[in-house]
């Protein structure tokens, strides 16, 4: 995918979150970003909430971290080598540069008229009160309702068979590779989808209406 959108000097790519916990290559993933912002185009990675459930199953600020095992967290701790469920066997076998890039996502990102967040908003509420937790896990109370700011919000955390495209609200690039769907990726400018099917390394390119 990386390869075939090509972003270059001038161009900025903003990742939706969760990175971890859906494979076996967690820790192949993060280092792929890190690599990936030494190139020519600005990178913009938000938190998803397995991320934030990882921060908070280390102790550091987060939410759920309770849960972090039995949602894929089994599958990150062996993809950095460990072979036991300990907050402390992680915190040792993480890169600094790991830790680092985890501590350091940020929960949304504006560039009008687009709001890039994981998971969504809460409609009805203006965005200075928004929260974080709205932002990393809400689904379909946000899905299924219009909202009131503006901007046409850009999300993924909710799977779907297709890219949500419902302007000037939504824009849903989760179409779920992890159950068997398609990897998306949208050029916002000229209204291009990038989509890779699970198991496949063959990029397809399509036209999208963004209202």
């Given amino acids: ?4 959108i090509a972003a270059g000097a ?18 192949e993933v993060v280092e792929l970003l890190l690599g990936y912002r030494n190139g020519p185009a ?6 998803g909430n397995h991320e934030d459930m990882l921060l908070n199953f280390l102790g550091l600020p987060g939410r759920y971290g309770d849960a972090f095992i039995f949602n894929g967290g089994s599958q990150t701790l062996a993809s950095y080598g460990c072979t036991e469920a300990e907050p402390e066997e992680l915190r040792g076998a993480l890169p600094q540069s790991h830790l680092s890039f985890f501590s350091g996502l940020r929960d949304s990102y504006r560039s009008d008229p687009f709001l890039f967040v994981h998971a969504g908003i809460q409609p009805g509420r203006p965005l200075g009160e928004q929260t974080v937790e709205d932002m990393l896990w809400i689904r379909q109370e946000f899905v299924l309702n219009e909202h009131q700011l ?9 799977p779907m068979r297709t890219v949500m495209v419902d302007p ?3 824009l849903g690039i989760d179409t779920g ?3 068997g769907g398609k990897l998306s990726c949208i050029e916002l ?6 989509q890779v099917s699970r198991g496949s390394h063959a990029v397809k390119k399509t036209a999208v209406d963004l209202g």
């Fill in 1 to 4: 995918m990386l390869k075939a």
């Fill in 10 to 27: 001038g161009d900025r790519v903003v990742f939706v979150g969760d990175y971890i916990d859906r494979g076996p290559a967690s820790c």
């Fill in 42 to 47: 600005e990178i913009i990675c938000l938190k």
């Fill in 150 to 158: 503006g901007l046409t919000v850009v999300f993924g955390h909710t």
């Fill in 168 to 170: 000037p609200f939504k």
């Fill in 177 to 179: 590779l992890v159950y």
């Fill in 189 to 194: 400018t000229e209204g291009v989808l990038y």
